[in-house]
């Protein structure tokens, strides 16, 4: 029978264990080994006492209405680790992940409306205030689109006056106020592994590379998308730098990349918040990851599960291959 000890007030291992727990934005990483209490010494060197080294051996609840009151020894159920803490049981995580729907539910994506902002100038009047196209141009173009009742101005203004494809990406970047970006050293095989290529489909936006092992480069066709940026920051635990690419190259890009193998993702469907918690504390039961996070990416939930140690490279939380990661896609079902 395992050992059992009271709960107290001491301070949670996230903060006890630097050398057997790394926390990053919200996602821990727990070595597989037990460690002795005699190997838990030199504590003082991260800013706490030597006589922490016992306590740490035992994990507490990330549950904070956990009913138990008790800790286990940490080494009789490390698993699942979800966004840095540890459930004493399979209620207890399903706490935490509600916690964790309430929270994104509440944030709504931080700009879920995928529309343009009404209040940017028209691309085609701010490259006629620019005077790198004529009224005439503009009339034709926007007669051409009205016409045919489908195309964004910057493909008319190329297809019907000859517009240089580097000019409308030039506009772009001055309407969304964002730099333009290349496809230079842009790896498919490595940026396959952001994030799902679900994102990078519906979303219309493309990982490029890493910069110095701490900003990721979001590139986009089109338009800036807010959410997406921030649910990578997140998930990453990067700082991401969004800007246009210009259209040949975004397609080029993207088509490399999807031909790539990423992050097995499975999508599914719930009726509702609560079935979707439940749903996620089952995956998380089954897989017993040693570190997972939520984050929402418009109305979807990207779950993504490291399973084993050694899964995350130098840059953020990105993987270093597609194996031994998961990610879960939800959507809740319209009613």
């Known amino acids: 029978m395992p050992f059992l000890t009271k709960k107290t007030g001491a301070m949670k291992v996230s903060a006890l264990m630097p050398s057997a727990l790394r926390v990053g934005n919200g996602v ?3 070595e597989d080994e037990y ?4 190997e838990l010494a030199g504590f003082e060197g991260y800013g706490l006492p030597a006589s922490v080294g016992k306590t740490a051996q ?4 990330g549950n904070s209405e956990c009913e138990s009151g008790w800790t286990m020894p940490w080494r009789n159920r490390r698993r699942p680790i979800f966004e840095g803490q540890w459930g004493c049981s ?7 992940v509600q916690a964790a729907v309430r929270r994104e539910l509440r944030d709504g994506g931080a ?6 902002h009404r209040h940017r100038v028209p691309l085609g009047l701010l490259m006629l205030a620019q005077g790198w196209i004529t009224h005439p141009q503009l009339q034709k173009a926007l007669g051409a689109q ?4 489908t195309g964004k101005i910057g493909e008319w203004l190329r297809s019907e006056c000859g517009v240089e494809a580097e000019q409308i990406t030039r506009g772009l970047s001055m309407q969304w106020g964002c730099p333009v970006l290349t496809t230079e050293g842009f790896s498919p095989e490595a940026m396959a592994l952001v994030m799902p290529r679900v994102f990078v489909e519906k979303f219309g936006l493309l990982p490029l590379r890493v910069a110095g092992s701490r900003i990721l480069y979001i590139g986009f066709a089109d338009h800036l998308d807010a959410s997406s940026a921030l649910a990578m920051e997140q998930m990453t635990g990067l700082k991401v730098e969004s800007g246009v690419v210009e259209g040949a190259q975004f397609e080029a890009a993207r088509s490399r990349l999807l031909a790539c193998e990423g992050v097995e993702a499975k999508l599914e469907t719930a009726a509702d918040k609560d079935s979707m918690a439940a749903r996620i504390t089952a995956v998380l039961e089954q897989k017993q990851p040693i570190a997972a996070r939520l984050v929402r990416v418009h109305q979807d939930y990207w779950l ?3 399973l084993e140690s050694g899964t995350v490279g130098r840059a953020g939380n990105l993987p ?4 031994d990661v998961k990610d879960h896609v939800f959507t809740i079902r319209v009613q």
């Open 146 to 149: 009205r016409e045919n009742g």
């Open 304 to 306: 993504r599960m490291w």
């Open 58 to 61: 035992r994990r507490m609840c």
């Open 35 to 38: 460690r002795p209490s005699n």
């Open 28 to 30: 821990a990483w727990q």
């Open 90 to 96: 399979g209620r207890c995580v399903l706490a935490m």
């Open 111 to 116: 700009s879920a409306d995928l529309s343009p």
């Open 320 to 323: 270093v291959s597609h194996e």
